[in-house]
């Protein structure tokens, strides 16, 4: 017990006890078939349904190909659907009593909430696989190389993984399934007032300045940036769209700073 009291030791604790239960979040995803289609499937419908359909009505700033400058966007949409997963399946274990089960065993208590966060980054991962595959068969492609490709996409990592843990936060707060879903179409505003799918010159200004700040902006233009994608912006812009990187890693530090310590204490004084 001596190891476990020091900083290293609860360390190893921590990650060895939250790695066992990313096994076990992703062993119910391997007992639910048809969530794994859903996953399958999901992110092609997406790329055909908004590449096709808006495609045809909406002219990308500066011309381009649609799909292109499309596909960011659904990327940062897949990328904020981390919080209503988390949230759904926090909320989930804590109704059925698993929550109390954990907290009565010697485990970490990071363990439970790195476990959910973890496992939906590995989620998030084939989904953004699935989804750039979707979209290289319609014609989009990365064209600033390698390097900046990787630095895109572990942005959104990041921000997925900041999310994933205001999911732990809102699920605990929940309490069960049926309160965090039917939140969950709250957050749809968020990716919709965005430079996600539609650019924001055209937005009334109080709209356009909510959209401009958006984290979903962020993310949307970083990655337009990072893969030479159409849809940079021009004229007087905020911010956030001027140095969109630097957005994104403001972001997920603040997400994270406010809400690990939150979900934390959270799970800590669940039932008390």
């Not at 959910?116 to 989620?123: E, I, K, S, Y």
């Not at 900046?148 to 069960?176: C, D, Q």
Request: charged content about 10%.
């Amino acid at each position: 017990m001596t190891a476990l009291n020091s900083p290293a030791g609860r360390l190893r604790w921590t990650f060895a006890d939250g790695l066992t239960l990313v096994g076990r979040e992703l062993g119910r995803l391997r007992q639910a078939p048809g969530q794994i289609i859903t996953l399958l499937l999901f992110p092609a419908v997406m790329v055909l349904m908004f590449g096709y359909v808006f495609g045809s009505a909406i002219k990308v700033p500066g011309g381009g190909n649609y799909r292109e400058y499309l596909m960011p966007g659904l990327f940062a949409m897949v990328t904020f659907t981390a919080t209503q997963g988390v949230m759904v399946r926090m909320a989930g274990d804590a109704a059925h009593g698993v929550m109390d089960r954990f907290r009565s065993m010697p485990m970490a208590r990071l363990a439970v909430p790195f476990g959910q966060t973890g496992a939906d980054v590995l989620g998030g991962l084939l989904f953004v696989s699935i989804m750039a595959g979707a979209g290289l068969l319609v014609g989009w492609r990365a064209h600033r190389g390698l390097v900046p490709t990787i630095e895109a996409f572990a942005l959104i990592v990041l921000m997925r993984y900041a999310l994933s843990w205001v999911g732990v936060y809102v699920g605990l707060k929940a309490k069960n399934e049926q309160v965090a879903n039917n939140l969950a179409p709250l957050f749809l505003p968020l990716t919709i007032i965005s430079n996600a799918f539609v650019p924001t010159d055209g937005m009334a200004p109080w709209l356009r300045f909510l959209a401009d700040w958006n984290p979903v902006s962020a993310i949307t233009g970083a990655c337009r940036d990072l893969f030479g994608n159409p849809g940079a912006p021009t004229g007087d812009t905020a911010w956030p769209l001027e140095h969109p990187v630097a957005a994104v890693l403001l972001w997920s530090a603040l997400l994270l700073v406010v809400f690990v310590p939150l979900s934390v204490r959270g799970y800590t004084r669940w039932g008390r």
